[in-house]
Structures are given as C-alpha cells and as structure tokens.
T-cell receptor
Framework: GAGVSQSPRYKVAKRGQDVALRCDPI?????LFWYQQALGQGPEFLTY????????KSGLPSDRFFAERPEGSVSTLKIQRTQQEDSAVYLC??????????????FGPGTRLTVL | AQSVTQPDIHITVSEGASLELRCNYS??????LFWYVQSPGQGLQLLLK??????LVQGIKGFEAEFKRSQSSFNLRKPSVHWSDAAEYFC???????????????FGQGTILTVHP
C-alpha cells in the first residue's frame, strides 16, 4: 500500500505570502504528527492529531501556524504571512493507533519550504 | 525538558569498516529510544527501537544499538558498513509516560555518514 505522501514537495514563497502544505497519511491511521526540520537540524515536533482532534499543538512556533484534519484523514498545515525563518522541511508522520510510543510513526518525504 | 545529543555531526568511514554513532539523552526516567535513517529525498525510516528488556536491540539493515542506563546512551553500531548506508542518522526519544506524551518524538541533530569505497 501507499505510504505517507506530502504535497507539494517543494514550495517557494515570497515573504508575507500564505502557504498550505498537505499530508495524506496511510489509510486508516489514527494518529498524525507534523514536524519541522530546519537545515542541519533534527526534526522538531509541531502538532499532533488523533483522528480529527488536535490534541497537542505545543510545538507550533507562532499563531501564524495553523493545522487541521477535518475528516480525520488528510491534514493541512497552513502558514500565514511567511517569514524567512519559516524556511525548513515540513515532515508529516502517521501511525496506526492512538498516540503512544509503541506505535511506529511512518514519515512522508517532506515539503521543502523556501521563503525569499 | 528532555534532550538528545548526537556529538558527531559528520562521520566518514571506509566501506567494510565498523561503525558506531553516538547518542546521549537527558531525561529523568528511561525514555523510549529510537534510531532513524534519512536518505536524500526520502522520509525518515525507523532502524530500531528500545522500550525495555534486553539492552542490545537488533534492527533492520544489519544495525544494532545498545542501551546503557549508567551512561544515558543509546549508540548505534554496524560491524561492516556498505556504501548504501551513506545517509543521515537521527537518534530520538519519546517520554515514557503513556498516552499523555502522544508518542511525539524528540530528535537529536543528526549525524551525517559518508562511506568511502
């Protein structure tokens, strides 16, 4: 079966533009995570969904970042008024069951966002 | 707050040589521990994980890791490296406190592995 897919794979935005990044998790996966990976760094947690409920958004760096998963499957990460410091690879991961370390997270290839 | 340290940013080895990538964590209790590999343009792939029990864990692609509580370490090893192992490797932890952690991963900054023929 298909893995986690993300689109677009690359996005270039001018400073101040809004962007939307899409994640298609593995079908049937309950949990969905977003991570941000800056150049030369490890991924950092942004937010977590269990089905359509956003249970943890403690990692979102500012109120310009917004994520949703309205039907418990596809998720969108939206960044408003992009800034240069938002340039990073945005990774999505899904896991089969409810959140917990026992459930392996499967990662998508990421979206590389460059803000000029 | 928990943290993960990978002291080596870049390691170069010859094909066929042994490999050890270091990982140290800072956390009050034993967390759940993971190693991931990231190849260019690819998503992160889980190599192995440690939850409890035997402190030497085996993973895919011939990798193993050993948990040492006294040193707060979880080093990744491979006896003989292949050119296809060239990639970036990340150590990660999850807080061992059940559902309230939601399984969110805290990653180290990564170690880039270069393999010379």
């Amino acid at each position: 079966g298909a893995g986690v897919s993300q689109s677009p794979r690359y996005k270039v935005a001018k400073r101040g533009q809004d962007v939307a990044l899409r994640c298609d998790p593995i079908s049937g996966h309950v949990s969905l995570f977003w991570y941000q990976q800056a150049l030369g760094q490890g991924p950092e947690f942004l937010t977590y969904f269990q089905n359509e409920a956003q249970l943890d958004k403690s990692g979102l760096p500012s109120d310009r970042f917004f994520a949703e998963r309205p039907e418990g499957s596809v998720s969108t990460l939206k960044i408003q008024r992009t800034q240069q410091e938002d340039s990073a690879v945005y990774l999505c991961a899904s896991s089969l069951a409810e959140g917990g370390a026992y459930n392996e997270q499967f990662f998508g290839p990421g979206t590389r966002l460059t803000v000029l | 707050a928990q943290s993960v340290t990978q002291p080596d940013i870049h390691i170069t080895v010859s094909e066929g040589a042994s490999l050890e990538l270091r990982c140290n964590y800072s956390y009050g209790a034993t967390p759940y521990l993971f190693w991931y590999v990231q190849s260019p343009g690819q998503g992160l792939q889980l190599l192995l994980k440690y939850f409890s029990g035997d402190t030497l864990v085996q993973g895919i692609k011939g990798f193993e890791a050993e948990f040492k509580r006294s040193q707060s370490s979880f080093n990744l090893r491979k006896p003989s490296v292949h050119w296809s192992d060239a990639a970036e490797y990340f150590c990660a932890v999850v807080q061992n406190r059940g559902g309230t952690s939601y399984g969110k991963l805290t990653f180290g900054q990564g170690t880039i592995l270069t393999v010379h023929p």
